[in-house]
């Protein structure tokens, strides 16, 4: 069972992180299109904004039955920093993506900004995970 847990937990994490890295280049087309194209990118964008949530979502779930099922304590160095990264990772996620796109639609809004604050919070959740992953591989004993 522990296995199965893993390989949940793999494939959570590769779903959490995958689509972010399509998120980018739909973010750059978006720039010069015309509206019924733009219409398009943003809903492409909601959905992998979407599945990287729901991918998260399994990834504390199955990450939560490790610690339980495994073999090492929650107090752990590398548990409790990425559970704190893990914490602030899920607020920027959701005021870092939703909130500004939300501000897209707004009349008079300025898109280009909007697009660049979106290619932004991308880029710096990709490094959140990166950095949950690195710790989650590695399991340094940090203190």
């Known amino acids: 069972m522990y296995g199965t847990i893993v390989f949940v937990h793999v494939v959570s994490a590769v779903l959490a992180i995958g689509p972010l890295f399509l998120l980018l280049p739909t973010i750059k087309r978006l720039r010069n299109v015309d509206l019924p194209t733009e219409n398009a990118y943003l809903t492409i964008i909601k959905i992998i904004i979407r599945l990287v949530m729901h991918a998260g979502h399994l990834l504390v779930i199955s990450g939560a039955l490790l610690l339980l099922t495994g073999p090492w304590p929650w107090y752990t160095s590398w548990v409790i920093t990425t559970l704190a990264i893990m914490l602030a990772s899920g607020v920027f996620l959701s005021s870092g993506f939703t909130k500004v796109l939300r501000r897209y639609y707004l009349p008079n809004s300025h898109k280009g900004e909007i697009l660049?604050?979106?290619?932004?919070?991308?880029?710096?959740?990709i490094g959140l995970m990166l950095v949950m992953l690195w710790l989650m591989v590695q399991k340094p004993m940090l203190w």
Request: proline content about 0%.
């Open 116 to 125: 660049t604050v979106l290619t932004t919070t991308a880029w710096i959740y």
